[in-house]
């Protein structure tokens, strides 16, 4: 299994502002992928990082709102840029396991936006 | 459109219950289905996966049940402990190039 860490854990920013969100993995993967999930709610896909290449948007979210940095196999950052309070949710870091059927994730990014 | 849903939000059972989560998906091209656990603050984790040409799979206490006549998912935790209690999620995947989730149901077990 893969060890993920996210940081920060939460954080309480204001409207306007942006946060980046910061995701190690202890291994080497190719895929990594960002979710959101609202509170009381699942886990919704916001997009998928490859190393190398431009991440792969879902539908309803868009590079300039999120924008996603891959700078090499172990690491990532998700930006949640000009935030709202529609923003508040927790942010969710995950990456494909070795058997290619199971993903593991981060503890989550608790954002709230005020 | 594609979605992978629940059918009841909450459950609540007794310490040493049989517990079964249901879960409805409406995608017959998936390979996988996942059943997540994920506890307060934390990320979801793995608890078992099922591929799409098998009818049931079983782990340690936990069984997961296909029916893909009826496109249903389940999933059995056996001999329920109060360490079972979070929000369990299932997901379909299609050649893992992505994770659609189902919205959840949260399992709260009375000692």
């Known amino acids: 299994s893969a060890v993920i860490s996210q940081k920060p854990s939460r954080d309480i920013c204001q409207r306007g502002t942006s946060l980046t969100i910061q995701c190690q993995v202890d291994?080497?993967?190719?895929?990594m992928f960002w979710y959101r999930q609202q509170p009381g709610q699942s886990l919704t896909l916001i997009a998928t990082?490859?190393?190398?290449?431009?991440?792969?948007?879902e539908s309803g979210f868009v590079i300039d709102k999120f924008p996603i940095s891959r700078p090499n196999l172990t690491f990532s950052t998700l930006t949640v840029s000009n935030m709202s309070p529609e923003d508040s949710s927790i942010y969710l870091c995950?990456?494909?396991?070795?058997?290619?059927?199971?993903?593991?994730f981060g503890q989550g990014t608790r954002l709230t936006v005020v | 459109g594609e979605s992978v849903g629940l059918h009841l939000p909450t459950l609540s059972v007794q310490e040493g219950d049989n517990s079964i989560i249901n879960c409805a998906y409406s995608n017959s091209a998936s390979d996988y289905f996942i059943w997540y656990k994920q506890e307060s603050g934390k990320g979801p984790q793995f608890i078992i996966d099922i591929r799409s040409n098998m009818d049931k799979r079983q782990g340690q206490r936990v069984t997961v049940l296909l029916n893909k006549t009826v496109k249903h998912l389940s999933l059995q935790i056996a001999a329920t402990q109060p360490g079972d209690s979070a929000v369990y999620f299932c997901a379909e995947t299609r050649g893992f190039q992505k994770l659609v989730f189902g919205t959840g149901t949260r399992l709260l077990v009375s000692p």
């Open positions: 990082a490859n190393q190398g290449s431009e991440a792969t948007y």
């Open positions: 995950s990456v494909e396991g070795q058997s290619g059927t199971e993903a593991f």
């Open positions: 291994s080497q993967v190719t895929m």
